[in-house]
């Protein structure tokens, strides 16, 4: 059985930075997309950023500039650094892993800005 696992999140004042990992353990096939995504109350979950196998990456407006994906394939690892963090990041993070076959969703982390 595939799980995913994320770990890095807690709590950091405004400016600070978090590294979010998400490591995917259980036999999985190869992994395609590794995206992150957050969560707020009341609020749909919105796609933070995505790398694909070639490295290509997208990331929502409101975190370019500040936040980096990166993945590890030969750990089945991806990573979320997160700099100059806002009191309006503050969020459930979830990643996600999509192989051909299906979409995997790890338990989230929850990531708070504040002083």
């Known amino acids: 059985q595939v799980q995913l696992v994320e770990s890095g999140g807690g709590l950091v004042q405004p400016g600070g930075s978090l590294r979010l990992s998400c490591v995917a353990s259980?036999?999985?096939?190869?992994?395609?997309?590794m995206d992150w995504y957050r969560q707020t109350p009341g609020k749909q979950r919105e796609l933070v950023a995505g790398?694909?196998?070639?490295?290509?990456?997208n990331y929502a407006d409101s975190v370019k500039g500040r936040f980096t994906i990166s993945r590890d394939d030969a750990k089945n690892t991806a990573h979320l650094q997160m700099n100059s963090l806002k009191p309006e990041d503050t969020a459930v993070y979830y990643c996600?892993?999509?192989?051909?076959?299906?979409?995997?969703w790890g338990q989230g982390t929850q990531v708070t800005v504040s002083s």
């Open positions: 996600s892993f999509s192989t051909s076959y299906r979409r995997y």
């Open positions: 259980g036999s999985i096939s190869r992994i395609n997309a």
């Open positions: 790398i694909t196998r070639d490295r290509s990456t």
